[in-house]
């Protein structure tokens, strides 16, 4: 199984990405995909997580804000990620929950002016 995480790239406060997750395997589609993200010099913290059928569940720092989808017929999970603030800044990585866990290689999102 893998997984291949983009879109990531440099924003300014306030603006929008949108977040893609590809996984390579018909699994992909029938397991929970969450996102991660890593700040420089802090540990790797959950974002948001969605099921197969597609419940959702976003962490608070982030509520209100970003937005977990997925189309099971692309293989894909989507973080639309909107009212962008500087301590998004993070690698984003996405995780495909099976057995002790897959993960896609990261995206950069850097939110500056």
């Known amino acids: 199984v893998q997984l291949q995480a983009y879109g990531g790239g440099l924003v300014q406060p306030g603006g929008s990405l949108r977040l893609s997750c590809v996984g390579s395997a018909s699994v992909f589609r029938v397991n929970s995909v969450g996102w991660y993200r890593q700040a420089p010099g802090k540990q790797r913290e959950w974002v948001a997580s969605?099921?197969?059928?597609?419940?959702?569940d976003h962490a608070d720092s982030v509520k209100g804000r970003f937005t977990i989808s997925r189309d099971n017929t692309k293989n894909t999970v989507y973080l639309q990620m909107n009212s962008l603030k500087p301590e998004d800044t993070a690698v984003y990585y996405c995780?495909?929950?099976?057995?002790?866990?897959?993960w896609g290689q990261g995206t950069q999102v850097t939110v500056s002016s």
């Open positions: 969605i099921s197969n059928s597609g419940g959702s």
């Open positions: 995780k495909l929950f099976l057995r002790a866990g897959y």
